[in-house]
Protein backbone atom coordinates (compact mmCIF):
# COMPACT_ATOMS: atom_id res chain seq x y z
CA UNK A 1 0.00 0.00 0.00
CA UNK A 2 1.74 3.48 -0.96
CA UNK A 3 1.50 6.51 1.35
CA UNK A 4 -0.19 9.16 0.79
CA UNK A 5 0.38 12.86 0.22
CA UNK A 6 0.27 14.13 3.42
CA UNK A 7 2.09 10.78 4.90
CA UNK A 8 4.78 11.46 1.72
CA UNK A 9 4.75 15.17 3.21
CA UNK A 10 5.87 13.97 6.41
CA UNK A 11 8.75 11.12 5.44
CA UNK A 12 10.46 13.90 3.53
CA UNK A 13 10.33 16.41 7.00
CA UNK A 14 11.32 13.99 8.81
CA UNK A 15 14.67 13.08 6.48
CA UNK A 16 15.02 16.80 5.68
CA UNK A 17 15.38 17.53 9.72
CA UNK A 18 17.75 14.68 10.16
CA UNK A 19 20.17 15.66 6.82
CA UNK A 20 20.55 19.34 8.39
CA UNK A 21 21.93 18.26 11.75
CA UNK A 22 24.15 14.95 10.05
CA UNK A 23 27.95 14.71 9.95
CA UNK A 24 27.97 11.89 6.97
CA UNK A 25 25.51 9.59 4.77
CA UNK A 26 26.24 6.63 3.70
CA UNK A 27 23.62 5.00 0.96
CA UNK A 28 23.82 1.17 0.89
CA UNK A 29 21.90 -1.46 -1.25
CA UNK A 30 19.54 -3.89 0.80
CA UNK A 31 18.85 -6.31 -1.24
CA UNK A 32 19.53 -9.75 -0.49
CA UNK A 33 20.04 -8.49 3.18
CA UNK A 34 17.67 -10.72 5.32
CA UNK A 35 14.89 -9.22 7.74
CA UNK A 36 17.08 -10.42 11.23
CA UNK A 37 20.12 -8.71 9.58
CA UNK A 38 18.00 -5.69 8.89
CA UNK A 39 16.47 -5.72 12.33
CA UNK A 40 19.81 -5.86 13.87
CA UNK A 41 21.00 -3.28 11.90
CA UNK A 42 18.74 -1.05 13.06
CA UNK A 43 19.45 -2.05 16.91
CA UNK A 44 23.07 -1.33 16.45
CA UNK A 45 22.34 2.19 13.98
CA UNK A 46 19.72 3.26 17.33
CA UNK A 47 22.62 2.75 19.94
CA UNK A 48 25.32 4.08 18.41
CA UNK A 49 23.60 7.58 16.76
CA UNK A 50 22.80 6.03 13.33
CA UNK A 51 19.62 7.60 11.95
CA UNK A 52 18.50 4.61 9.26
CA UNK A 53 16.01 4.69 6.62
CA UNK A 54 14.69 3.00 3.43
CA UNK A 55 12.87 5.81 1.45
CA UNK A 56 11.93 6.16 -2.24
CA UNK A 57 14.60 7.79 -4.09
CA UNK A 58 12.17 10.67 -5.03
CA UNK A 59 11.28 11.43 -1.65
CA UNK A 60 14.73 11.15 -0.75
CA UNK A 61 15.53 13.91 -3.33
CA UNK A 62 13.16 15.94 -2.01
CA UNK A 63 14.63 15.75 1.47
CA UNK A 64 18.13 16.24 0.19
CA UNK A 65 17.43 18.67 -2.14
CA UNK A 66 18.86 21.59 0.26
CA UNK A 67 21.78 21.41 2.51
CA UNK A 68 25.00 19.40 2.54
CA UNK A 69 23.79 16.41 0.82
CA UNK A 70 22.29 18.17 -2.20
CA UNK A 71 25.06 16.36 -3.76
CA UNK A 72 23.86 13.21 -3.76
CA UNK A 73 20.28 13.38 -6.16
CA UNK A 74 22.00 11.76 -9.47
CA UNK A 75 23.06 8.59 -7.23
CA UNK A 76 19.60 7.99 -5.69
CA UNK A 77 18.87 4.77 -7.84
CA UNK A 78 18.38 1.28 -6.87
CA UNK A 79 16.62 0.56 -3.43
CA UNK A 80 18.73 1.89 -1.31
CA UNK A 81 18.80 2.41 2.98
CA UNK A 82 20.22 5.54 3.86
CA UNK A 83 22.59 6.27 7.02
CA UNK A 84 22.93 9.25 8.65
CA UNK A 85 25.54 9.56 11.41
CA UNK A 86 24.44 12.01 13.67
CA UNK A 87 27.17 12.15 16.92
CA UNK A 88 30.21 12.50 14.43
CA UNK A 89 30.87 11.55 11.25
CA UNK A 90 32.55 7.77 11.85
CA UNK A 91 29.33 6.61 12.88
CA UNK A 92 27.62 5.27 10.07
CA UNK A 93 30.72 3.77 8.00
CA UNK A 94 31.45 2.53 11.62
CA UNK A 95 28.29 0.51 11.73
CA UNK A 96 28.39 -0.77 8.18
CA UNK A 97 32.18 -2.11 8.86
CA UNK A 98 31.13 -3.66 11.66
CA UNK A 99 28.07 -5.25 10.17
CA UNK A 100 30.13 -6.53 7.18
CA UNK A 101 32.55 -8.00 9.98
CA UNK A 102 29.53 -10.20 11.70
CA UNK A 103 28.60 -11.12 8.15
CA UNK A 104 31.43 -11.85 6.36
CA UNK A 105 29.59 -13.59 3.49
CA UNK A 106 27.74 -9.79 2.20
CA UNK A 107 29.95 -8.19 0.34
CA UNK A 108 31.04 -4.40 0.48
CA UNK A 109 30.11 -3.20 -2.83
CA UNK A 110 26.35 -2.79 -1.60
CA UNK A 111 27.73 0.11 -0.37
CA UNK A 112 26.97 2.93 -3.43
CA UNK A 113 27.84 5.59 -1.91
CA UNK A 114 29.04 8.30 1.14
CA UNK A 115 28.90 11.70 1.63
CA UNK A 116 30.23 14.29 3.85
CA UNK A 117 30.70 18.06 4.48
CA UNK A 118 29.10 18.17 0.90
CA UNK A 119 31.23 16.03 -0.78
CA UNK A 120 30.50 12.80 -3.01
CA UNK A 121 32.22 9.76 -1.92
CA UNK A 122 32.75 6.73 -3.78
CA UNK A 123 31.34 3.73 -1.79
CA UNK A 124 34.43 2.11 -1.09
CA UNK A 125 35.75 5.15 1.00
CA UNK A 126 33.38 4.31 3.99
CA UNK A 127 36.11 1.98 5.65
CA UNK A 128 38.67 5.41 5.76
CA UNK A 129 35.32 7.23 7.33
CA UNK A 130 35.20 4.62 9.72
CA UNK A 131 38.26 4.75 11.27
CA UNK A 132 37.65 8.55 12.11
CA UNK A 133 37.67 9.70 15.80
CA UNK A 134 34.38 9.83 18.00
CA UNK A 135 34.18 12.47 19.83
CA UNK A 136 35.21 11.10 22.68
CA UNK A 137 38.30 9.54 21.24
CA UNK A 138 39.31 13.41 19.50
CA UNK A 139 39.48 14.86 22.37
CA UNK A 140 41.27 12.44 24.46
CA UNK A 141 43.74 12.53 21.51
CA UNK A 142 44.30 16.27 21.64
CA UNK A 143 44.15 16.24 25.37
CA UNK A 144 47.49 13.34 25.39
CA UNK A 145 48.62 16.17 22.72
CA UNK A 146 48.54 19.02 24.99
CA UNK A 147 49.58 17.02 28.21
CA UNK A 148 52.71 15.13 26.23
CA UNK A 149 55.17 18.35 26.81
CA UNK A 150 54.04 18.88 30.35
CA UNK A 151 54.45 15.44 31.76
CA UNK A 152 57.76 15.17 29.66
CA UNK A 153 59.06 18.36 31.27
CA UNK A 154 58.24 17.47 35.03
CA UNK A 155 59.64 13.57 34.70
CA UNK A 156 62.56 15.31 33.35
CA UNK A 157 62.63 17.57 36.30
CA UNK A 158 62.14 14.71 38.79
CA UNK A 159 64.54 12.64 36.90
CA UNK A 160 66.80 15.94 38.24
CA UNK A 161 65.87 15.85 41.26
CA UNK A 162 66.61 11.82 41.69
CA UNK A 163 69.81 12.13 40.44
CA UNK A 164 71.04 14.76 43.09
CA UNK A 165 69.70 12.75 45.51
CA UNK A 166 71.88 9.69 44.70
CA UNK A 167 74.88 11.97 44.70
CA UNK A 168 74.05 13.07 48.35
Known amino acids: MGLNIASKKEVVDEVSKVARDAYSLVATEYHGLTVEQMTKLRAKARASGVY ?24 LVGPLVLSFSLEYPGAAPRLWRDFFKENDKIDKGIVKFVSISGELLDGKEFERLAKLPS ?18 MVRTVDAVRQFKEKEE
Open 52 to 75: LRVIKNTLARRALAEGNFKCVEEK
Open 135 to 152: RNEGLSLLMSCILAPISK
